[in-house]
């Protein structure tokens, strides 16, 4: 299994917008998880700008991505940088 370590962002602004219009979330929910939120970006394979893109947009930077890049990296220094002591197969993590 390959696994890719993708982040979504946004501007603030337009999370709390995407909060209230949801209708079925706490009220700065979103601005509170703000600080946490991309705290491993350093390990992304990609990231990519929820702002002003839509869906489908996001899918074919995400497909374009993997189809033409060497197999992603992100889970692997990741695992590195959490348990030092153990080896990673390949340039991968493999999860059972």
Known sequence: MILLLNGASSSGKS???RELARGDRFQN??????????????????EVDTTARGPHD???SIFEF???QPEP????????KLFPQEPVRGSTVHCS
Do not use: K
């Not at 929910?29 to 970006?41: K, V, W």
């Not at 990296?73 to 590195?80: F, P, W």
């Open 66 to 68: 993997v189809t033409t």
């Open 29 to 46: 929910l979103a601005r509170a998880q703000l600080p946490g939120i991309h705290e491993f970006r350093d390990f992304y394979d990609l």
């Open 58 to 60: 996001l899918a074919d």
């Open 15 to 17: 999370a709390l917008a």
């Open 73 to 80: 990296a992100g889970m692997a220094r990741l695992h590195s």
